[in-house]
């Protein structure tokens, strides 16, 4: 008797194991779904940000946005969309492009002083990295394994533009000036690509980036021939992620140039994209005319994401 009580529990035990294991599959089924993913969200309340811009996410998977309920501040959004004012700027100065190094430093193109600030997140205290009177103005930034920064300055008015290389020491150069006008720009996730995209041109560029941060063997990557283009990133195979300005979407595209996917947001202007959430595959978008940001799930985790230490 006791024999066959024992069978039955290890029977019941079994059940209860197949029972959880099948649970866990369809959670992870779910999760994977097609339906679930790309299908965007209001993440943060409409008209809370004034010209969001720069969505950075820290290795604690902490959002920061710039330009919370007013210019010239940075916000922190926790992981379940509320929002704080995280730091003002000092010298009224207003940010566009943001990311964060590997060692956890906040790096801010500030477009109104010629500035690229880092800021020390513990102190909440910003000090100048660089600053560029030749600079038009440093729009967005990318970043590589090493941080080294690279910046897209547009001259908006003569629709012409340059890349910028900062090293982590301060140093600054050009290292193109016959650009259009230059806005979003990304490092491949093997760092040997430099994608720039311009605005008024509709065109996205690729460069093969040097180990010791130099571009050559410029060529075109995609071309569109409606709507402008705003920030870029790409997702941990190389992907990249492109916001059509005035389009509403985010546009999946191929490390060959191919247009994989376009991503309808509810608002028509966003500005940029970040990667995040508890498995880098959340895409964070700010959208200047709903003022607020808006998320959806992706299939692959982000470039940075994967980048930054844990």
Known sequence: MKRRNYHIIAFEGSLVIIFIAGICFFAAAQEKDPAKLFQSRSFTAPGSFISPEGPAVDAKGILYVVNYLHKGTVGQILPGGQAAIFMQLPNRSIGNGMRFTRSGDMIIADYINHNILKVDMAGRQSVILVHEPAMNQPNDIAI???DRLYASDPDWKKGTGRIWRIDPDGGARVLDSSMGTVNGIEVSPDDRVLYVNETVQRKI????????????????LIEFNDFGMDGMRCDRKGNLYVTRYGKGTVAKISPRGKLLREIVLNGKDPTNLAFGGKDGRTVYVTVKDNGNIESFLADIPGREWKMMKR
């Open 144 to 146: 590589d394994k090493n």
């Open 205 to 220: 560029w690729a460069y093969d980036l040097s180990r010791e941060g130099n571009i050559s063997h410029k060529r075109l």
